[in-house]
Nanobody
Framework: VQLQASGGGLVQAGGSLRLSCAAS????????MGWFRQAPGKEREFVAT????????YYADSVKGRFTISRDNAKNTVYLQMNSLKPEDTAVYYC???????????????WGKGTQVTVSS
């Protein structure tokens, strides 16, 4: 599966953005999906994941209550709605596909190119 993320940009603190990740192929609904991010000088970190059916979602503590992951299997797309953005959310955001059990157990096999999110103070 090939993944293409979009929707990044520059936003002021407190603002919102919605990221989208479009997947190619007919097996999208079989994959758990996730969003990860990498800030300058830092390692890539988990943001949120969603099960293949969309029935289960998991979030990093740093984004819980502010970000929402969702998916539309009919459109082969996963979303990340980001509200109440903070400067520390600034990073390149990546979507990924693979196997998801919970917030600590996942195995992402396919990665898309990232989209830059910049939050100004």
């Amino acid at each position: 599966v090939q993944l293409q993320a979009s929707g990044g940009g520059l936003v002021q603190a407190g603002g919102s953005l919605r990221l989208s990740c479009a997947a190619s192929g007919r097996t999208f609904s079989a994959y758990g999906m996730g969003w990860f991010r990498q800030a300058p000088g830092k390692e890539r970190e988990f943001v949120a994941t969603i099960s293949s059916s969309g029935g289960a979602t998991y979030y990093a503590d740093s984004v819980k209550g502010r970000f929402t992951i969702s998916r539309d299997n009919a459109k082969n797309t996963v979303y990340l709605q980001m509200n109440s953005l903070k400067p520390e959310d600034t990073a390149v955001y990546y979507c990924a596909a693979g196997w998801v059990a919970n917030a600590e157990n996942y195995d992402m096999r396919h990665w898309g190119k990232g989209t830059q999110v910049t939050v100004s103070s």
